[in-house]
Nanobody
């Protein structure tokens, strides 16, 4: 059993930045994918970034150039750098580890507002 704990969310003005962290209770090096999802108010959860075991990353078009995912296997941590945030990015951001089993964190709230 692996626990994922997200942090780094908060209130930021439009155009601002946040760095989210996801710390795992065990090694993340064995997971095929580490991903970040978000759930906007009234909408389904959606993928915003993924990073494969070998370091290859993928992003949906709507975040390309603004969000960056990275991982530090030594620290069992995955990061999501959020830049040029918009009010429509407001929501709960979740970390997900996909392997033989998949695990989810509890989420961290990101609010973009002036």
């Amino acid at each position: 059993q692996v626990q994922l704990v997200e942090s780094g969310g908060g209130l930021v003005q439009p155009g601002g930045s946040l760095r989210l962290s996801c710390v795992a209770s065990g090694s993340i090096s064995s997971f095929y994918f580490m991903q970040w999802y978000r759930q906007l108010p009234g909408k389904q959860r959606e993928l915003v970034a993924g990073i494969m075991k070998g370091g290859i990353t993928n992003y949906p078009e709507f975040v390309k150039g603004r969000f960056t995912i990275s991982r530090d296997n030594a620290k069992n941590t995955v990061y999501l750098q959020l830049n040029n945030l918009k009010p429509e990015d407001t929501g709960v951001y979740y970390c997900c580890a996909i392997g033989v089993q998949s695990y989810w964190g509890q989420g961290t709230q990101v609010t973009v507002s002036s």
